[in-house]
């Protein structure tokens, strides 16, 4: 249906669309210091000074964080901020791909994350992550949360796979669910499941932080709200690091909330600030759809 309007002579024609100033700050000035609160005491990851660069471009610039113990810390901004970049440096998950480089210092409890001679695998293991798209393995329930268990040598009886596998389905909130089909392919469960299902062989292998890169993009309300409690949940056992779009899924499962802007992290602080009282005029623009 075609809306009508009376143009200046009083005469009928199609509507014209509106224009609207959203750009009303300088989004392109530098951002010379982060605001705020972007350090915290009993720190359980500390960044300082953190660059990164894919080939000759750099994506991250001069960054400084720390995650604190059994907090979750939501990083927002718009698309291509760098958010993503940064939460793949944390388990190094940047090294997969070519031409990428990180610098800087990056810290779990104390121990350097880059250091020459840091095994990845057990790096990883400490520092699990739950990706954009839910990803089982073409394997049944049972051996999707089982594998990591295998292969890092943390059980191999039955029973005790038994019991990991009960368990962490349980922190997932998913036995419930499948206990009485743990023998059928992870794919075949719906998507919410099958994103809980991946956080439960996250947390199988028991972690001690979780990174979470958009784990509700591809989920309905019903799901997203499941894992949202999920993230709260889990915040008693473990330290939590989630990249989000949303802004309402910000202000609900973290503590802490970071703003990034063209791979500047411009404020951090506690997140009913952030949200209510922001320090910095990008992130104020931002919060309010000015700009993004």
């Not at 750099?58 to 960054?63: E, K, Y």
Request: glycine share 8%; with cysteine; charged share 25%.
């Amino acid at each position: 249906m075609t809306t009508m309007t009376l143009d200046a002579a009083g005469q009928t024609g199609a509507a014209q669309p509106k224009t609207v100033e959203r750009e009303t700050v300088d989004t392109q000035r530098k951002v010379t210091e982060t605001v705020g609160r972007p350090l915290c005491d009993n720190a359980k990851l500390r960044m300082r000074n953190v660059n990164v660069f894919y080939g000759e471009a750099q994506a991250i610039h001069n960054v400084s964080l720390d995650i604190g113990r059994n907090e979750v810390v939501a990083m927002i901004g718009p698309s291509g901020c760098g958010k993503s970049t940064f939460l793949r440096c944390l388990n190094r998950m940047n090294d997969t791909i070519e031409g990428c480089r990180v610098e800087g210092e990056l810290t779990l409890d104390g121990e350097p994350i880059y250091g020459p001679k840091v095994d990845v695998v057990p790096l990883r293991a400490r520092v699990g992550m739950v990706f954009q798209k839910p990803n089982p393995f073409p394997k049944s329930i049972y051996d999707n949360v089982a594998y990591g268990p295998k292969i890092h040598g943390i059980a191999s009886r039955r029973a005790e796979l038994d019991e990991i596998v009960e368990n962490s389905l349980r922190r997932a909130g998913l036995w419930n669910e499948v206990k009485d089909r743990l023998d059928k392919p992870g794919t075949g469960l719906s998507g919410g499941q099958q994103q809980r299902l991946c956080i439960a062989r996250a947390i199988a292998v028991s972690p001690e932080v979780i990174l979470m890169d958009e784990p509700c993009s591809a989920l309905d309300p019903i799901a997203t709200a499941r894992i949202e409690e999920l993230i709260d949940e889990l915040r008693e056992n473990y330290t939590i690091a989630i990249v989000t779009h949303s802004m309402q899924q910000a202000a609900r499962v973290s503590q802490r909330t970071a703003y990034f802007h063209l791979g500047h992290l411009v404020e951090v602080n506690d997140t009913e600030m952030v949200f209510t009282n922001p320090q910095h005029e990008l992130t104020e623009a931002y919060i309010t759809g000015r700009f993004g």
